[in-house]
């Protein structure tokens, strides 16, 4: 009989044909979201950039607006502060002051490790310390010359690096053109949010990033046992690769020995002098060990066995002076190849001092119990950029975030910004007028300080993951590692980032699972005697859509296949195509696959890619279109309000004995009762 539908409007009675009747059905149940024209993401991709844009604008004129009374306010409140807490900012020029002594030796150190005069590095340490401690994202944190970026640096200043076609001068300027870029796209990336993309770098991308850049640091300092005797050349870094020579014992037997010593010395005394009482934790050990290296080198080796080691004197030009503008000569000579040079290298620069900064402000976050925050981390990064950026213009070799000395000196004590500002302020006044100590300083000393570095900052639990861990997180370490030692640190990390999702990836491909049952089932009020229904569970994207399709056959499944996405979800348009491609099979074998319980963005997302729309309008339905068999027909949401708990139905194919559709709900009362029951006795005490 066909079916018959009043309207109210006209009083009549019409009947209309069952195919209209399915029409009209097919109709109401159209996906409701309808495609958007085919360009109209450009302007919504403008109004998001034009957005960002305007945002960035409209801070840089509120500051510049309020920059007068501002600054005003914030000079008077600092004044007014340490005013009244005296201690507080004794104890902040302290920890500067402690913290600029521990940075002389190690900006020393990466100075000869980048391939730059060390009044670089000693610049660069100023700069980064002076703007990162007003303008950074976390009072306190330590910045300067650092390792990360002094081990890729040198790719630059190398005579067989990439720019070996150039002299040293120009590989400098170069150099310092390089950071400048660096700076610029570190703004950038301050100004695009990019600080939250760090959490995407798994814990094995970052031991194997440690590891490798503690192999680099341990090959840069292997230059500290050679030597140099061209005449003419009276520095070692005037020398040519092919002029420098290994220290032997059989040629050089004293001086090796006497170098070995200083290295043993001075990690010696890194590591047990913090140990002595009171003095121990006051002065840094590597000012101890630094002290005592250039006694012994120039008393007892030199005055009594006629005996020595190189030293920084003696290894490059070392005049204390303050910093002076220089524009880089190369900027408006430069060739396109030196050009991309300097875009790749700023790029990779700006990765790896933004990568540690981030996670160097975030170690300091869990020390303090702070907070984090994504601005804090942005504003860091804009931060780090502006100092890399003015340290390109001042002959100065940029840096980053020091985790070592942060840790420090949040850990004596340091909140604020004075003692991060004032150590950039006392290593200047250290370049000035304490450069007739640096020169010194034998360079054996400065290779032990930095193995120290290398010691800490290896992740020795590598190991332990090594012999007891997962294959693939062993694989990741080594992979990273042996990228980073080999190319450089920060392909190193995408590869590692590359590489863990992949494997996150593979592992979640095989967590999709459907529960399948078969048997009669009422749809739209027609009982159906053979229905295959499957609930499926898990994410379905392109490492799973062969799981989900496993799942069904065209030629053994039954006539109507129904598939149940309460608890899955659609991912990605390799799910939509295998939906697709499932439910075309089965229109063809004249089988039809319905699907229900779809989670909105699931559903937009077979909306907006599924190619054919009237297919996908037959296939979608909601609870209400089927209904139990023992239960008169009613639906399912009818249903589920007669089941308050789990009813065990006799009928083993009924769909009421399918979990998805109930809520296992216990009486709370009798939930405490027993627990009290099979328990000691508990004390309740009734809040009034």
């Given at each position: 009989?066909?079916?018959?539908?009043?309207?109210?409007?006209?009083?009549?009675?019409?009947?209309?044909?069952?195919?209209?009747?399915?029409?009209?059905?097919?109709?109401?149940?159209?996906?409701?979201?309808?495609?958007?024209?085919?360009?109209?993401?450009?302007?919504?991709?403008?109004?998001?950039?034009?957005?960002?844009?305007?945002?960035?604008?409209?801070?840089?004129?509120?500051?510049?607006?309020?920059?007068?009374?501002?600054?005003?306010?914030?000079?008077?409140?600092?004044?007014?502060?340490?005013?009244?807490?005296?201690?507080?900012?004794?104890?902040?020029?302290?920890?500067?002051?402690?913290?600029?002594?521990?940075?002389?030796?190690?900006?020393?150190?990466?100075?000869?490790?980048?391939?730059?005069?060390?009044?670089?590095?000693?610049?660069?340490?100023?700069?980064?310390?002076?703007?990162?401690?007003?303008?950074?994202?976390?009072?306190?944190?330590?910045?300067?010359?650092?390792?990360?970026?002094?081990?890729?640096?040198?790719?630059?200043?190398?005579?067989?690096?990439?720019?070996?076609?150039?002299?040293?001068?120009?590989?400098?300027?170069?150099l310092y053109m390089t950071m400048f870029v660096c700076g610029l796209f570190q703004i950038l990336f301050a100004i695009l949010r990019l600080a939250k993309l760090v959490r995407l770098i798994p814990e094995t991308g970052m031991i194997g990033f440690m590891n490798g850049l503690a192999i680099i640091i341990f090959m840069a300092q292997l230059p500290a046992f050679k030597k140099c005797d061209v005449e003419g050349k009276d520095y070692f870094v005037e020398c040519d690769l092919d002029e420098r020579q290994w220290l032997t014992f059989q040629d050089n037997t004293w001086e090796l020995i006497l170098t070995l010593?200083?290295?043993?010395?001075?990690?010696?005394?890194?590591?047990?002098?913090?140990?002595?009482?009171?003095?121990?934790?006051?002065?840094?050990?590597?000012?101890?060990?630094?002290?005592?290296?250039?006694?012994?080198?120039?008393?007892?080796?030199?005055?009594?066995?006629?005996?020595?080691?190189?030293?920084?004197?003696?290894?490059?030009?070392?005049?204390?002076?303050?910093?002076?503008?220089?524009?880089?000569?190369?900027?408006?000579?430069?060739?396109?190849?030196?050009?991309?040079?300097?875009?790749?290298?700023?790029?990779?620069?700006?990765?790896?001092?933004?990568?540690?900064?981030?996670?160097?402000?975030?170690?300091?976050?869990?020390?303090?119990?702070?907070?984090?925050?994504?601005?804090?981390?942005?504003?860091?990064?804009?931060?780090?950029?502006?100092?890399?950026?003015?340290?390109?213009?001042?002959?100065?070799?940029?840096?980053?975030?020091?985790?070592?000395?942060?840790?420090?000196?949040?850990?004596?004590?340091?909140?604020?910004?004075?003692?991060?500002?004032?150590?950039?302020?006392?290593?200047?006044?250290?370049?000035?007028?304490?450069?007739?100590?640096?020169?010194?300083?034998?360079?054996?000393?400065?290779?032990?300080?930095?193995?120290?570095?290398?010691?800490?900052?290896?992740?020795?639990?590598?190991?332990?993951?090594?012999?007891?861990?997962?294959?693939?997180?062993?694989?990741?370490?080594?992979?990273?590692?042996?990228?980073?030692?080999v190319y450089n640190l920060a392909v190193a990390i995408a590869v590692g980032i590359i590489f863990s999702a992949l494997i996150h990836a593979w592992d979640s491909g095989s967590h999709v699972s459907g529960d399948i049952t078969n048997g009669p089932l009422k749809i739209d009020g027609e009982l159906c005697e053979d229905v295959k229904y499957v609930h499926v569970k898990g994410s379905i994207f392109f490492g799973s859509a062969r799981h989900f399709i496993n799942m069904f056959s065209v030629a053994d499944d039954p006539a109507t296949v129904v598939i149940d996405f309460k608890d899955a979800l659609i991912i990605?348009?390799?799910?939509?195509?295998?939906?697709?491609?499932?439910?075309?099979?089965?229109?063809?074998?004249?089988?039809?696959?319905?699907?229900?319980?779809?989670?909105?963005?699931?559903?937009?997302?077979?909306?907006?890619?599924?190619?054919?729309?009237?297919?996908?309008?037959?296939?979608?339905?909601?609870?209400?279109?089927?209904?139990?068999?023992?239960?008169?027909?009613?639906?399912?949401?009818?249903?589920?309000?007669?089941?308050?708990?789990?009813?065990?139905?006799?009928?083993?194919?009924?769909?009421?004995?399918?979990?998805?559709?109930?809520?296992?709900?216990?009486?709370?009362?009798?939930?405490?009762?027993?627990?009290?029951?099979?328990?000691?006795?508990?004390?309740?005490?009734?809040?009034?």
């Open positions: 009989m066909a079916p018959k539908e009043t309207s109210d409007s006209v009083g009549v009675e019409l009947t209309i044909s069952a195919s209209e009747a399915m029409k009209k059905d097919n109709d109401k149940m159209a996906p409701a979201l309808e495609r958007e024209p085919f360009f109209a993401f450009i302007p919504k991709v403008a109004m998001y950039f034009g957005g960002i844009i305007g945002g960035e604008l409209k801070h840089v004129m509120n500051g510049i607006t309020g920059f007068p009374s501002g600054s005003k306010n914030y000079v008077g409140g600092t004044f007014s502060f340490y005013k009244e807490n005296p201690k507080i900012l004794y104890d902040e020029v302290i920890s500067g002051f402690t913290v600029a002594i521990m940075q002389v030796p190690e900006s020393i150190a990466f100075s000869f490790v980048a391939g730059v005069p060390p009044l670089s590095g000693l610049h660069a340490t100023f700069w980064m310390a002076l703007i990162t401690g007003l303008l950074g994202g976390k009072p306190g944190m330590i910045s300067g010359a650092a390792g990360a970026l002094a081990v890729v640096v040198t790719k630059l200043t190398a005579e067989d690096g990439e720019l070996s076609y150039l002299n040293k001068e120009e590989r400098l300027d170069v010593v200083q290295v043993v010395l001075c990690m010696a005394v890194m590591k047990f002098f913090p140990k002595v009482p009171k003095i121990g934790k006051i002065i840094p050990a590597s000012l101890v060990g630094l002290l005592l290296g250039a006694l012994l080198e120039h008393t007892l080796f030199r005055m009594a066995f006629d005996v020595s080691t190189r030293t920084v004197k003696e290894t490059a030009i070392m005049k204390g002076s303050f910093p002076k503008f220089d524009w880089p000569n190369q900027f408006p000579t430069a060739s396109g190849d030196t050009w991309s040079v300097i875009i790749i290298y700023g790029i990779t620069l700006a990765a790896i001092g933004g990568v540690e900064s981030v996670l160097t402000l975030q170690a300091c976050n869990e020390i303090t119990d702070t907070v984090p925050k994504i601005s804090d981390s942005n504003q860091e990064l804009s931060a780090q950029g502006l100092a890399n950026l003015v340290s390109g213009l001042f002959q100065a070799m940029g840096g980053n975030a020091m985790i070592g000395q942060s840790t420090i000196n949040i850990m004596n004590g340091a909140r604020y910004r004075v003692s991060s500002t004032m150590s950039g302020i006392f290593m200047l006044l250290f370049v000035v007028v304490l450069d007739p100590f640096i020169n010194l300083l034998p360079i054996g000393t400065l290779t032990g300080v930095l193995f120290m570095v290398v010691l800490s900052t290896f992740q020795w639990k590598t190991f332990v993951i090594l012999r007891y861990g997962r294959l693939s997180d062993s694989v990741a370490i080594l992979l990273v590692t042996i990228i980073a030692v990605d348009h390799s799910a939509v195509a295998a939906i697709q491609g499932i439910t075309h099979r089965f229109e063809k074998a004249d089988k039809r696959v319905l699907i229900t319980n779809l989670p909105v963005k699931s559903q937009g997302r077979l909306q907006r890619t599924h190619g054919d729309y009237d297919m996908l309008a037959r296939t979608i339905k909601t609870r209400e279109n089927f209904g139990d068999v023992e239960s008169n027909g009613k639906s399912i949401p009818e249903q589920q309000q007669q089941h308050q708990s789990h009813v065990i139905d006799p009928n083993p194919h009924s769909v009421s004995n399918l979990e998805v559709f109930h809520v296992d709900e216990k009486n709370v009362d009798q939930e405490l009762s027993q627990l009290v029951e099979s328990s000691q006795p508990v004390k309740i005490q009734k809040l009034e």
